[in-house]
């Protein structure tokens, strides 16, 4: 799995980046939603900056297409995958 950022822009809620998600060799576009969270210094001297960001793909948009019929007409695999990032970063030290 890679995931590459192509472009992002400032919405009134936050942020949006249309990025590339490539999983099982087939590539396809998806858009993130997301927020900056901040930058504060940590206990020990380093600069930390915070993000979160959500969407949702088509699993079998990826080739990913098991799925089991249940007894009650219900499937046991679902065909949207919510992708929900909290990411941390630390600068790095010259």
């Not at 939603?33 to 959500?54: I, T």
């Not at 949702?56 to 098991?66: E, H, I, N, S, T």
């Amino acid at each position: 799995m890679t995931y590459r950022m192509k472009h992002y822009q400032k919405t009134a809620d936050g942020y949006q980046a249309v990025s590339e998600l490539t999983l099982r060799g087939v590539t396809k576009d998806i858009t993130l939603v997301g927020n900056f969270n901040g930058v504060a210094k940590d206990p020990w001297g380093n600069l930390r900056a915070g993000f979160n960001a959500e969407g949702k793909m088509d699993r079998k948009d990826f080739g990913m297409v098991w799925s089991k019929t249940l007894d009650g007409g219900g499937v046991v695999v679902g065909d949207d995958v919510l992708i929900k990032l909290d990411i941390e970063c630390i600068k790095a030290k010259p």
